[in-house]
């Protein structure tokens, strides 16, 4: 089945570590995005990709970095710069058919950063 | 620039009453608009979208939604509750810029459903 895959689904870290969260897409759409899902926040993006090797800043981006390196690849770094890592991390995908067709997310990973 | 606004944060309704999710937009263009659900510790799963066209949207699971252009509303209702549909639900408009589509996503509303 055609889908996005997260790993690992929940994560625990030490203050002042990187981590790196993947996602991988089977459903060869061109753009990819990252989002955090804080309660009560809605999600906010961080990372959107519309093409390999191109990626833009969301409003969120600033202690975060990715890499798109592959179609179906877009994992993201959460560095030890993030003062607030903690929270829910969602990424999604979109083929480029038009402009109205939905993203599709993954499952998501829960960060825990002590 | 657009935006979204869930009223309610949390809603509570009983098994087989109506459910009735808020959703206002603010949009300079003709907006793309969609209602997402997520169950604990999942993703957002699709439940219906607004492009253009019929103003009154059918979904999954018994959703429908009705594009009001007037109001800036896009409203998400289910004629009878079941205890399945308790999750999250996400208003979200699209926002094009620079040929790239973000969605903008409301606070969400989470709906209880009484036995």
């Known amino acids: 089945d055609g889908g996005i895959t997260q790993s690992p689904k929940y994560l625990f870290r030490k203050e002042g570590q990187n981590v790196t969260l993947s996602c991988e897409q089977n459903?060869?759409?061109?753009?990819m995005y990252w989002y955090r899902q804080d309660p009560g926040q809605g999600l906010r993006l961080i990372y959107y990709?519309?093409?390999?090797?191109?990626?833009q800043k969301g409003d969120i981006a600033e202690g975060y970095s990715v890499s798109r390196e592959k179609k179906e690849s877009f994992p993201l770094t959460v560095t030890s710069a993030q003062k607030n890592p903690t929270a829910f991390y969602l990424c999604?995908?979109?083929?480029?058919?038009?402009?109205?067709?939905?993203?599709?997310f993954g499952n998501g990973t829960r960060l825990t950063v002590t | 620039a657009q935006s979204v606004t869930q009223l309610g944060s949390h809603v509570s309704v009983s098994e087989g009453a109506l459910v009735l999710l808020r959703c206002n937009y603010s949009?300079?263009?003709?907006?793309?608009l969609f209602w997402y659900v997520q169950y604990p510790n999942q993703g957002l799963q699709l439940l219906l979208k607004?492009?253009?066209?019929?103003?009154l949207v059918k979904g999954i699971n018994g959703f429908e939604a009705e594009f009001k252009k007037s109001e800036t509303s896009f409203h998400l209702t289910k004629p009878s509750a079941h205890m399945s549909d308790a999750a999250e639900y996400f208003c979200?408009?699209?926002?094009?810029?620079?040929?790239?589509?973000?969605?903008?996503f409301g606070q969400g509303t989470r709906l209880t459903i009484n036995p």
């Open positions: 459903l060869n759409h061109d753009a």
């Open positions: 979200a408009v699209s926002h094009i810029i620079q040929g790239a589509q973000k969605l903008v």
């Open positions: 999604a995908s979109r083929g480029f058919a038009s402009y109205n067709s939905p993203l599709h």
């Open positions: 607004y492009t253009t066209g019929a103003t």
């Open positions: 949009s300079s263009v003709p907006p793309y």
């Open positions: 990709s519309q093409i390999v090797n191109d990626f």
